[in-house]
């Protein structure tokens, strides 16, 4: 038998806005730490001549040889930096 009383209402109302408010708290304490979680890496990289580097390429499949493009390493390594065009050429030479 189930014993419903404007009090007993009144309670579960107030646990109810305290789950809510706990959720809400919670919620925001995710969003800020999505904001603000660093990305791990080195993004202040400056390169110098004689250093190794990985060069990205563009995986392409051949049927022919039974190579699949999603199996294909998506970078090409190593190379070494030889020397400096621009800020942002420059040239490699492969070690």
């Known amino acids: 038998m189930r014993v419903s009383s404007p ?8 646990e109810i806005q305290e789950k809510i408010a706990k959720a809400y708290e919670k919620m ?8 603000n979680k ?14 190794k580097v990985l060069v990205r390429t563009q995986p392409s499949s051949d049927a ?24 942002s050429v420059r040239q490699k030479w492969k070690v």
């Open 7 to 14: 009090f007993l209402k009144v309670i579960q109302y107030e």
């Open 28 to 35: 925001k304490q995710r969003a800020h730490d999505r904001k």
């Open 38 to 51: 660093r990305k791990h890496g080195c993004a202040t990289w400056k390169p110098r001549v004689h250093n």
């Open 64 to 87: 022919i040889a039974g190579m699949t493009g999603k199996f294909i390493r998506p970078y090409e390594w190593p190379y070494m930096i030889t020397s400096f065009c621009c800020r």
